[in-house]
């Protein structure tokens, strides 16, 4: 009876033993999942958040060297032609066209989806009258233009503020996130070291009863 017992005992281990090793396999995969969502969140913290905030400063930078060359010219501050002003403007058009194109191709929020698309039909309407006013001479319709284009000059500073503030809050959401699957996978890992423990017990406990139940002298068959 005592060796049926013992043998019940090295079964139940066992079959601990076994499930103990499962859970540590599905603790590894899962561990990966998250190292992998990590990965992700921080690629999305930079590519996504940090470079194009950077960009839109840019942007902001290129709209008021926009708005200077052109008030120079209807002031009549400078003396290059008409066609000059127009390629110079074009340049920055071109700019702020490759920065939009490139900010499209990163992950866009519902927010930044709207506050982008009311920027490019704001920034159309403000080319189309900018390209207007290149061709007035210079010192006339000031007044006209400060009507026309200061309104939409404000609009898109801001909507380039905007994107910034959604930017920052994006970006903070994301990190939080890290922060949590961080914690997720550090309790894994503790959670991993302590059934390890348990199984060097466990195969401890194995080892003693494999033991036990071996007899002590070996049986001489021949003399029954």
Excluded: C
């Amino acid at each position: 009876m005592k060796w049926i017992h013992q043998n019940r005992n090295k079964a139940r281990a066992t079959l601990l033993l076994t499930v103990i090793i499962l859970v540590i396999l599905a603790g590894g995969f899962w561990e990966r999942s998250l190292i992998t969502r990590m990965n992700h969140s921080f690629t999305s913290i930079y590519k996504d958040r940090l470079v194009p905030a950077a960009e839109w400063f840019h942007v902001n930078d290129i709209m008021y060297s926009k708005r200077l060359l052109l008030e120079k010219h209807l002031l009549g501050h400078d003396e290059l032609p008409a066609d000059v002003v127009r390629d110079k403007l074009a340049v920055h058009n071109a700019q702020i066209d490759s920065i939009i194109e490139a900010f499209e191709t990163t992950y866009l929020v519902h927010e930044e989806s709207d506050a982008l698309h009311l920027f490019k039909a704001k920034m159309m309407q403000y080319n189309d009258i900018e390209h207007r006013y290149v061709s007035l001479e210079a010192g006339t319709k000031m007044k006209g233009y400060g009507q026309e284009l200061e309104p939409l000059f404000n609009e898109l500073n801001r909507q380039i503020v905007r994107l910034g503030d959604i930017q920052t809050k994006v970006g903070k959401e994301l990190v939080q996130g890290s922060e949590y699957t961080m914690g997720s996978a550090s309790m894994l890992n503790s959670l991993q070291i302590a059934m390890a423990v348990v199984i060097a017990l466990l195969v401890q406990i194995l080892l003693w009863t494999s033991r036990s139940v071996m007899p002590k002298k070996p049986q001489k068959f021949h003399l029954n």
